[in-house]
């Protein structure tokens, strides 16, 4: 059962990097596989020897010795007395946390539209005094870092890529910062405990201390940023001006005031969630909340000034950018999250690593995890990995499976949740990027690495 | 610190009730309650004397856990409802977008044309009945769709439509009611063990059955099912020829996921989405084949069948569905819905109880009201209580829009109001209840 898992997923990852040649949808193939490699383990639940826990990071002891379905009472046994407790409780856990990103995405979105709906982002073209290509891409890239390190790294991808869709007219140059977007975030992310979900893990899991990883990590990721940025910049895509699209006909009065409310309201989610501690799509919803009620207001404001009843059915703001979204690009980012979830619960990836690990030397080791992170995600790489090394807390692994798993992503576009989201925002292929960002994107992470091992 | 998230939730209910006198979506005060009683659980953690368990039903005392514990406990616990909440929301969206995609064929033009009366009254017992034993089948929140979705297209006249639509939403919550498949409820209970496949349909039939029959008895002697109606036939030249097929298939695959899930015994959206995604194969073949018979280069960045019927899915409805959801949520890890349901099922009789709660399910979404009520009674397998909450939380729903699924749902098709419904069809929903309840005691 274990090869028809991983077949299923071999198949699937093949459909989805072959999207524009077969012309089939890749949301197709991510959710088709999604049900597969589940109802595959559902199926074959009883020959599994492993489980992989993903809320401790370990595999399960005793697994394979466990009963099918518990016996007894069943509301007094806990989920780990079975097997089907355990695919049961997996199962809601990965998908509660894939849909935490879903919903967040859709609430990022849904205030971007909104703000857009009200001409705000004509005004960030005002700000923006450069027309440069090149000082744009430093600008993106900085912010890209920075951003990520503050935030996380998805949601600094999420917010410049829908920035820059107003920015930047062209779809072929808006690819390209897109992908520079995603090394920038990837990068800032690892050096910052908050900036990226491994590096949160790592430190909540007392594997890193704050200072120490921002001492370590910060010149290696800037490193990480700054060299692929630099050669960037010489590349031909990334000569000469912006050509803007002129027309600047109707700007709304409210554009700038919507435009601080959307982006202060989104710079709001990650206090919120330092505040209360909640899942960072909660604030969301309650910045969305803000956001639409006060767009509602505005525009049914502007409505009876003009005409009283010109519409019986208008819809506000908050319907038409609901519209908006892309609902594909939500659908496939849940399939690809919840098959790569289906392979780790099994333990493959953490039986796999492990038995590497035994073969070759640490340094090589850490350095193979990070190019294995552009493959499989970080997140059950970097939860393996915490429980196959047994060093001290601020060991020099521990920073550098930070800095592996945070930047090796980037190499892949399949290989963050940044890059996943980007895919699916501005139809990036995976072998646009293969072929134009994944050499950058290795210089980088190589920099980095020997900078590391150098200090 | 109770008192801040019940008035919260209090001033959003209200404001979703008068949604149209404001002006204001929905969905921004769901989203809002949603996020506001979060946020006053969590930054007044440490004041909470119990929380409800949500893996095990049970009222845990949690005085004596320390600061780290209780933050421990609400993510595990936000976790959870937002997983078994999200699991609705996608699998409703897989359901809208394949009835969606069996529309951009003209899939149920073809249904369309199997109905040949003109008779309103007649057309009322062909829709009802159809509710009834497609909602047995798959859920009533799909079966809501597709019927109101149907009746778009035969129903000229926006008026007639609403009151079809209101019977349609009865029919489909007592359709549900009496199969493990066919409503979330019925489905939880059925998961949890409390009732059997063949007891579930032995004892509800018949009064779920009743609960129909009453209101759209009742509702064909109203003026508006008197007389004939004109049909729509305008667009009936230019059909698709794989509308009849694609309805089929679409069909077929829904019903595929309650076999899935019974199958395998993954949660329903992850069949759900199997189906969406052989169904969008599918359609994109066919699109694709018949582009080509047609003008190859028309459109270089053509949109397939999948992408438009995915833009067309009612975010608004799933947004305000988590708001919704995740609120009363909250109440319920505070152990307020549980305290309530304690304090007055010790006041009075069980039946009494029962009944009272399916009434509440009017208000309440049904779904946290079984899950408190499994943990509220002791009851062993396919014990009549059981059976009796399965029933009227299923059906008590109909008797506000706000009531069931399969209400908001139809109030965001057909942009049907709380107070119209409320004047309108309540009363129907309430005799049918009623008359259900009846029976049920009668028979046990």
Not at chain 1, 163 to 172: A, C, G, Q, S, Y
Not at chain 1, 419 to 438: C, D, H, P, Q
Not at chain 2, 11 to 20: D, K, N
Request: aromatic share 10%; net charge negative.
């Amino acid at each position: 059962m274990e090869i028809f898992i991983v077949s299923v997923f071999v198949l699937g990852y093949t459909l989805i990097t072959l999207e524009h040649s077969l012309k089939v949808d890749k949301l197709i193939p991510a959710l088709i596989m999604m049900a597969l490699a589940w109802a595959g383990i559902a199926f074959g639940l009883d020959s599994f020897g492993t489980w992989f826990d993903s809320v401790h990071g370990k595999l399960v002891d005793g697994f394979a010795n466990l009963p099918l379905h518990s016996l007894g009472e069943h509301d007094e046994v806990t989920y780990s007395a079975s097997k089907s407790g355990w695919l049961e409780h997996t199962l809601l856990h990965h998908f509660g946390k894939t849909c935490e990103i879903l919903i967040f995405l859709v609430g990022a979105m849904t205030i971007v539209e909104i703000t857009d709906h009200f001409n705000g982002f004509q005004t960030i073209k005002t700000f923006v005094k450069t027309n440069s290509k090149k000082t744009l891409l430093w600008i993106v890239c900085i912010l890209g870092f920075v951003l990520s390190a503050i935030i996380d790294n998805l949601t600094a991808t999420i917010v410049l890529i829908t920035i820059l869709r107003k920015i930047v007219p062209d779809n072929n140059l808006r690819m390209w910062y897109a992908g520079m977007i995603i090394i920038a975030a990837n990068a800032g992310g690892a050096w910052s405990p908050i900036g990226d979900v491994t590096t949160t893990m790592l430190w909540m899991g007392n594997k890193v201390t704050a200072m120490e990883l921002i001492k370590n990590l910060l010149l290696p990721s800037f490193v990480c940023m700054a060299l692929p940025t630099l050669i960037a910049g010489f590349l031909p895509i990334f000569k000469g001006n912006i050509e803007s699209d002129g027309n600047e006909e109707k700007r709304s009065k409210n554009g700038p005031f919507m435009l601080a409310l959307g982006l202060g309201m989104i710079v709001f989610v990650p206090v919120f969630k330092t505040i209360t501690h909640l899942p960072p799509y909660v604030g969301m919803m309650l910045s969305l909340g803000i956001v639409s009620l006060v767009a509602e207001i505005l525009s049914n404001r502007k409505f009876s000034l003009t005409q009283v009843e010109d519409h019986e059915h208008v819809h506000g703001p908050t319907f038409k950018a609901l519209s908006k979204i892309e609902m594909p690009s939500i659908l496939f980012f849940l399939g690809i999250l919840m098959t790569v979830a289906a392979l780790e619960s099994l333990g493959l990836i953490f039986t796999f690593g492990n038995t590497v690990n035994g073969m070759i030397s640490e340094d090589l080791f850490v350095t193979l995890l990070g190019v294995g992170s552009a493959i499989i995600d970080n997140v059950p790489l970097v939860a393996a990995s915490m429980g196959m090394f047994q060093e001290q807390m601020d060991a020099e692994v521990w920073h550098f499976i930070a800095y592996a798993a945070g930047t090796g992503g980037s190499m892949l576009i399949i290989g963050s949740a940044a890059g996943v989201v980007a895919m699916g925002m501005e139809k990036i292929s995976f072998f646009w990027y293969l072929k134009n960002i994944t050499l950058l994107a290795s210089i980088g992470y190589i920099a980095g690495v020997g900078l590391i091992l150098v200090m | 610190m109770e008192v801040v998230v019940l008035a919260t939730f209090i001033i959003g209910y209200v404001a979703i009730t008068l949604e149209h006198t404001l002006k204001l979506d929905k969905l921004i005060p769901a989203l809002m309650m949603m996020a506001v009683c979060w946020a006053t659980i969590a930054l007044n953690l440490d004041s909470f004397g119990q929380w409800l368990d949500p893996h095990s039903g049970n009222l845990m005392d949690i005085t004596s856990f320390n600061h780290e514990g209780r933050i421990h406990l609400l993510e595990g616990t936000l976790l959870h409802h937002f997983g078994k909440t999200a699991e609705i929301l996608i699998f409703l969206m897989g359901a809208m977008a394949i009835v969606e995609m069996i529309d951009h064929f003209d899939g149920f033009s073809s249904i369309k044309k199997t109905i040949h009366t003109n008779s309103k009254r007649k057309l009322l017992f062909i829709v009802s009945t159809l509710a009834f034993v497609l909602s047995a089948i798959i859920d009533n929140l799909t079966t809501t769709i597709i019927l109101i979705t149907i009746l778009r297209k035969i129903i000229a006249d926006k008026n007639d439509r609403m009151w079809y639509a209101g019977l349609i939403i009865i029919a489909a919550n007592a359709g549900g009611a009496w199969t493990p498949i066919g409503d979330v409820t019925t489905t939880m209970l059925w998961m949890a063990g409390k009732v059997t496949t063949v007891k579930l349909t032995e004892y509800l039939i018949l009064p779920a059955l009743l609960c129909v029959l009453v209101p759209v008895i009742i509702a064909s002697f109203l003026p508006v099912f008197k007389g004939t109606m004109e049909i729509d036939h305008s667009d009936d030249s230019d059909q698709n020829k794989y509308g009849g097929l694609m309805l089929i298939l679409g069909l077929v695959l829904i019903i595929a996921v309650p076999v899935f899930k019974s199958i395998t015994h993954l949660p329903p959206y992850v069949g759900m989405m199997l189906s969406l995604s052989i169904f969008a194969t599918v359609s994109e073949i066919l699109s694709n084949r018949s582009i080509s018979f047609t003008n190859p280069e028309a459109d270089e960045h053509h949109k397939g069948p999948t992408m438009k019927a995915l833009s067309k899915i009612e975010i608004p409805s799933i947004l305000f569905f988590l708001g919704i959801l995740m609120t009363v949520a909250s109440m319920e890890s505070l152990g307020l819905i549980f305290n309530f349901g304690q304090q007055v099922s010790a006041a009075i009789p069980e039946s009494v109880f029962v009944t009272l709660l399916g009434l509440a399910s009017a208000v309440i979404d049904n779904v946290p009201l079984v899950a408190a009520s499994i943990g509220m009674f002791r009851e062993g397998v396919d014990a009549e209580v059981w059976h009796f909450i399965a029933y009227a939380a299923g059906t008590g729903g109909s008797i506000l829009i706000i009531g069931s699924a399969a209400g908001v749902v139809a109030m965001g098709m057909e942009k049907i109001s709380f107070f119209w419904y409320l004047t309108r069809i309540s009363i129907l929903a309430l005799l049918g209840y009623l008359a259900g309840i009846g029976m049920f005691l009668l028979l046990v």
